[in-house]
């Protein structure tokens, strides 16, 4: 599924992210930004170990040896990958407390993303799902921060193409029927 908003187009797919041709993907990281399962895994992985080098000096130099705080981003090369770049955010996990805040942290890794991709002047980026693997987030509700913080975005900015890559068809799925609200609303 494709929207144009603006002269920017917002894409879902089914698809492995490390396999995506685009400037930029995006990691579901964990704070200590040292790999971990899931897309992280599969991103360290397709990247080579320059990518874990790179990014442990990013918790020595940037971060000051503290992990990388629940909403934020940070980017670097993206190595063996098709993509050049890859930014690594830290989405919260789920456990059904504090609802809003969790909501706003979610959102706060689209935002910070693509603020970060903007500044890199990246044109086209690949979101996973962030926080609704081993994170647990309900993907309904992921999907609808998610969808809303990229529309908002892209409304605000001449960018290029982001896209959601999701790993399921069920995924794809929800977050199809979810955009289809959103537009309708608009
Ligand atoms: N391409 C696209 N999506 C993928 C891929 C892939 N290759 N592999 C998995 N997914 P998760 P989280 C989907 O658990 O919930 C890690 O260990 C997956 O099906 O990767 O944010 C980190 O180190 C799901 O829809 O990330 C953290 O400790 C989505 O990516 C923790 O997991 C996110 O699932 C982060 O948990």
């Known amino acids: 599924m494709e929207v144009a908003i603006r002269k920017n187009r917002l894409q879902l797919t089914v698809g492995d992210i490390t396999k995506q041709k685009v400037n ?6 964990n704070g200590t930004l040292y790999g971990g399962g899931g897309v992280d ?4 992985l397709a ?7 790179a990014c442990k000096l990013i918790r020595k130099e ?7 705080p629940t ?3 940070v980017i670097t090369e993206g190595y063996d990958l098709p993509a050049k770049f890859v930014i690594h955010t830290v989405g919260p996990i789920w456990d059904g407390k504090e ?20 500044e890199n002047e990246i044109r086209s980026i690949a979101f996973p799902s962030i926080s609704t693997g081993a994170y647990r987030f309900p993907i309904e509700m992921a999907a609808e921060i998610a969808l809303n ?9 001449p960018f290029g193409n982001v896209s959601m890559t999701l790993f399921s068809e069920r995924d794809y799925e929800v977050y199809k029927q979810t955009l289809d609200k959103l537009i309708e609303k608009d």
């Open 47 to 53: 990247a080579g170990p320059k990518l874990l080098e």
């Open 149 to 157: 913080e990229i529309i908002q975005f892209l409304k605000r900015e």
């Open 99 to 118: 609802v809003e805040r969790k909501k706003q942290l979610l959102a706060n890794c689209y935002r910070n993303s693509l603020a970060l991709a903007k």
């Open 41 to 44: 895994g599969a991103i360290h």
């Open 24 to 29: 930029c993907i995006v990691n579901a990281a």
């Open 62 to 68: 940037q971060l000051k040896g503290e992990l990388l």
């Open 71 to 73: 909403g934020e981003a």
